[in-house]
């Protein structure tokens, strides 16, 4: 008996493995990690519209992981725009390859315990842990910005754990 696995949580691949060893089975198990990282943290803020970015940024920095919707609204207005923008942006990485299937949407909506049916949310949180991959995240973003507006990119070759900036248009 030969069994093939791909995309499986390594919770579910140690029980099918432990199930298969009892039967004498060939096995190959892929996992695939569906955490948020750094790169993919900054892919997905790239990703986003300004207003929506702009969201990502007060949820993470002003509210270290949970932010009341209505500050948000005092800075950005309708949370309309932002909010769909950011329910989009998991599910088109996930059709472009920048992550996989199953990846958790960084930032949710909390909705009012009290009102449960009422849709306007209260507020919106980020899971601790991806809090400070976020802000590392957001830090590789505002360090890719040249105070002289002009363009520094950043190639990173974690193979071989190598990194250089390369600047653009500044004569550097």
């Not at 060939?26 to 519209?49: H, I, N």
């Not at 957001?138 to 390369?166: I, T, W």
Request: charged share 25%; hydrophobic share 40%.
């Amino acid at each position: 008996m030969k069994i093939t696995i791909e995309g499986a949580s390594e919770e579910f691949a140690e029980k099918v493995i432990l199930l298969a060893a009892q039967q004498g089975a060939e096995l190959t198990v892929a996992t695939v990690q569906t955490g948020w990282t750094v790169d993919r943290a900054e892919r997905y803020l790239r990703s986003l519209p300004a207003g929506a970015r702009r969201f990502a940024e007060m949820v993470i920095v002003d509210g270290d992981g949970h932010i009341d919707a209505d500050q948000l609204r005092s800075v950005i207005g309708r949370l309309n725009g932002p909010t769909v923008a950011l329910s989009r942006a998991v599910p088109r990485g996930v059709k472009a390859g920048w992550w996989p299937e199953g990846t958790p949407a960084p930032i949710t909506p909390v909705s009012d315990p009290d009102n449960p049916s009422w849709h306007q949310n209260i507020a919106y949180r980020m899971d601790a842990e991806n809090v400070p991959v976020f802000r590392e995240a957001l830090a590789r973003l505002a360090f890719s910005k040249a105070p002289d507006s002009s363009v520094v990119e950043r190639y990173v070759d974690h193979s071989e754990g190598f990194e250089s900036d390369a600047t653009e248009g500044t004569g550097l």
